[in-house]
């Protein structure tokens, strides 16, 4: 079974709308973190914020947003005010508290493309 | 520097042959992660080092895949009679630590990756 499933191939937005790209995961660790990534055109991976499992709150950094529903099991980034610049490939990612061989390395999702149209 | 850094950038190779992808982690970060990543897809664990020790390989596709670090710094992939499904970009990331005792929002931090064409 998928662990971070993304369902958003694709998505498109206008310039200065907002947008929510989709994460859902998969895991029975009451503790474990989530992540999400930015990688535009040029192929660097771009660390964008994180959520912890026992975050009493939505994380926010700038512009995104992360809202987090444990209970669904979804980390779906908001971003607002999009502009032309986040034109680029989102990843989600979760790190699992399992014990020490598995700590540390993150899981990806397949990715979403976010296109912004001016 | 600053960042992660990755050699060679680019990389063509004929099938059969033996190619080494290198990463230099960001000074003091003790774990170094590898990903793969195909054109358009998600990144795939290869493997993760915390210092000198390779606490989870479980990625390494096959035996042809293998990965050291020394000194608790410079990391070297090898892929030994590389096939065409091995083309892809590999990327190279570290971070504070892993492990035990390790903060849970410890971000990865990526080099560019280096482009493996098997031809």
């Known amino acids: 079974a998928q662990k971070i499933t993304q369902t958003q191939p694709g998505m498109f937005v206008q310039e200065k709308e907002a947008v929510t790209l989709d994460c859902t995961y998969d895991t029975s660790d009451p503790s474990y973190g989530l992540f999400w990534y930015k990688q535009p055109s040029s192929g660097e991976m771009i660390f964008l914020i994180y959520?912890?499992?026992?975050?009493?709150q939505n994380a926010t950094e700038g512009r995104y947003s992360l809202n987090f529903q444990k209970a669904r099991k979804s980390a779906n980034l908001v971003i607002s005010a999009s502009q032309l610049g986040d034109s680029a490939m989102y990843f989600c990612?979760?790190?699992?508290?399992?014990?020490?061989?598995?700590?540390?390395?993150?899981?990806f999702g397949q990715g979403t493309i976010l296109t912004v149209h001016p | 520097g600053a960042g992660v850094s990755q050699s060679p950038s680019n990389k063509v190779t004929e099938k059969g042959k033996d190619v080494e992808l290198r990463c230099d982690p960001i000074s003091g970060h003790t774990a170094l992660y590898w990903y793969r990543q195909s054109l358009g897809q998600g990144l795939e664990f290869l493997i993760y080092f915390q210092g000198n020790s390779a606490p989870d390989k479980s990625g390494l596709p096959s035996d042809r895949f293998s990965a050291e670090r020394t000194g608790g710094s410079v990391s070297t992939l090898t892929i030994q009679r590389t096939q065409q499904e091995d083309s892809a970009v590999y990327l190279c990331?570290?971070?504070?630590?892993?492990?035990?005792?390790?903060?849970?929002?410890?971000?990865?931090?990526f080099g560019n990756g280096t482009r493996l064409t098997v031809t």
């Open positions: 990331a570290s971070s504070f630590k892993a492990g035990q005792g390790a903060p849970l929002n410890s971000p990865l931090h």
């Open positions: 959520q912890g499992s026992y975050d009493q």
């Open positions: 990612a979760m790190r699992e508290m399992t014990g020490g061989t598995s700590y540390g390395k993150l899981t």
